[in-house]
T-cell receptor
Framework: AQKVTQAQTEISVVEKEDVTLDCVYETRDTTYYLFWYKQPPSGELVFLIRRNSFDEQNEISGRYSWNFQKSTSSFNFTITASQVVDSAVYFCALRSTTDSWGKLQFGAGTQVVVTP | DVKVTQSSRYLVKRTGEKVFLECVQDMDHENMFWYRQDPGLGLRLIYFSYDVKMKEKGDIPEGYSVSREKKERFSLILESASTNQTSMYLC??????????????FGPGTRLTVL
């Protein structure tokens, strides 16, 4: 069975601090995809990144960076120099390629609160 | 840009009522999904559809049904709403690309309250 664990329920930081969100996953598949989504107060989930299991290079996009460690089954997300607009719930998700319909398994989400 | 819209942002219904939640996507995606989101549980898949008139149960289909008569529209139906169906409902769609590669795009959600 697949499982995604986001152990941090809520993280509060002051603006300009860095914040790292943890994501640990479980799967028996050798090929899979990992995702991060952001859900601002408006409610809509916004896609941030997709990473396949064969690509362990870390990725940076502006103030966002992702650290994929296959050896520890983790796909952590860091926001550098946080801003108030980063306040949202962030979800990590796993998709198996053996599931022909590509269902996503979501973690419980981490609420990030950035105060000025 | 992919656009997924949901018919209502907020909905209040009474126990026993029949409830329809509508979702429309404008990118000719084959796959459409309905999730419910509850605090501490993340998103859980209710039903999904991979083609017109085709549907598959997700992880928590009990108490729900779906309809997909047109490619762009996917409806979630609560035949007899109950208070434990009070939740945020999110619709998503994806292009049916090579297995595992397609990304799901989400609508703004419908917050349903059943009294």
């Amino acid at each position: 069975a697949q499982k995604v664990t986001q152990a941090q329920t809520e993280i509060s930081v002051v603006e300009k601090e860095d914040v790292t969100l943890d994501c640990v996953y479980e799967t028996r598949d050798t090929t899979y995809y990992l995702f991060w989504y952001k859900q601002p107060p408006s409610g809509e989930l916004v896609f941030l990144i997709r990473r396949n299991s064969f690509d362990e290079q870390n990725e940076i996009s502006g103030r966002y960076s992702w650290n994929f460690q296959k050896s520890t089954s983790s796909f952590n997300f860091t926001i550098t120099a946080s801003q108030v607009v980063d306040s949202a719930v962030y979800f990590c998700a796993l998709r198996s390629t053996t599931d022909s319909w590509g269902k996503l398994q979501f973690g419980a989400g981490t609420q990030v609160v950035v105060t000025p | 840009d992919v656009k997924v819209t949901q018919s209502s942002r907020y909905l209040v219904k009474r126990t026993g009522e029949k409830v329809f939640l509508e979702c429309v996507q404008d990118m000719d995606h084959e796959n459409m999904f309905w999730y419910r989101q509850d605090p501490g549980l993340g998103l859980r898949l209710i039903y999904f559809s991979y083609d017109v008139k085709m549907k598959e149960k997700g992880d928590i289909p009990e108490g729900y049904s779906v309809s997909r008569e047109k490619k762009e529209r996917f409806s979630l139906i609560l035949e007899s709403a109950s208070t434990n169906q009070t939740s945020m409902y999110l619709c998503a769609s994806s292009l049916n690309q090579e297995r595992g590669t397609d990304t799901q795009y989400f609508g703004p959600g419908t917050r349903l309250t059943v009294l």
